[in-house]
């Protein structure tokens, strides 16, 4: 009705007839159902009713904008999270842990939206600095994509650096308490080793599954944080969609997001088999 609308400002019965037919709406709910799980086996998604191109063309187009803010952001959290939540655990309750602490707790707390308008606007006033109007990707251009998607990497990297940070520090002081570690201080090994041989490798793993199920949230968190850096990628494309009212277009970037997260969840699982030589899946 709203196309027939924007088109003609008027329901011209015959044209809305032809429509339904070229859309598939004139037949049940479960056929339609069950004709778009078809074309989603084949990488089908239809074609947008926004732009007129095949949805999976666009999506791929726009995925690697995407993927290279994921892996920027995933990058700098990696980098912090766990040094800071070492280092708060081998000083617990120093001023330095409670310094670590309060910072943890302020990038858990702090709305990714609120700091991205104020680091955009900060660095704007004081650097003059402005985003570009057009961003590439870690796949054709690494050193440039990496000058242009800094800020929004850190928007979006800080929470995810503050919650593996909180939960690397309680893993890791939960360790260092074994059986295990004590046997190794008492074997005369020194504290490196005792804390980076031995403790960290058995901590880490629940920081692993913290990684996992925020790397799938990152995908879906970039919507806000590519809005306000007009970053051309799949977050910008769904709000886009919704606004245009392209249905098509936004289910099938929901599906894609649904393959996304499947796929992070497996490799997190033969992570841990990796990590932990205990865990074997048979």
């Keep these: 009705m709203l196309i027939i609308s924007a088109e003609s400002g008027a329901i011209d019965p015959e044209y809305l007839a032809l429509l339904r037919e070229q859309l598939g709406l004139n037949v049940p709910l479960y056929q339609q159902y069950f004709s778009w799980l078809g074309g989603l086996f084949h990488l089908d998604l239809g074609t947008s009713l926004w732009t007129g191109q095949p949805v999976i063309s666009e999506i791929l ?165 590519e809005t306000v850096f007009n970053i051309p990628g799949i977050g910008l494309l769904l709000i886009n969609a919704i606004n245009m009212r392209d249905i098509i277009m936004v289910q099938g970037i929901v599906a894609t997001l649904v393959v996304i997260v499947l796929v992070i969840n497996i490799m997190v699982d033969v992570l841990y088999a990796w990590i932990d030589p205990r865990i074997r899946y048979r």
């Design 61 to 225: 187009h726009r995925l690697p904008y995407t993927g290279s803010l994921v892996i920027l952001a995933m990058f700098i959290s990696i980098i912090t999270a766990v040094p800071i939540g070492v280092l708060s655990a081998i000083r617990q309750d120093s001023w330095l842990d409670y310094t670590l602490r309060s910072g943890i707790i302020a990038g858990i707390s702090i709305p990714s939206f609120w700091f991205a308008m104020l680091l955009l606007l900060f660095v704007v006033s004081v650097f003059k600095y402005y985003p570009p109007l057009e961003y590439a990707t870690l796949f054709t251009q690494p050193l440039v994509s990496i000058q242009q998607l800094f800020m929004p990497a850190l928007t979006l990297g800080i929470r995810l650096a503050a919650s593996a940070a909180r939960m690397m520090r309680s893993s890791m002081l939960e360790v260092m308490r074994e059986d295990y570690v004590r046997t190794a201080r008492a074997k005369g090994l020194t504290e490196r080793v005792v804390l980076y041989g031995h403790a960290l490798r058995n901590a880490i793993l629940p920081v692993v599954t913290i990684f996992g199920m925020e790397l799938a949230f990152l995908f879906g968190g970039t919507v806000i944080i």
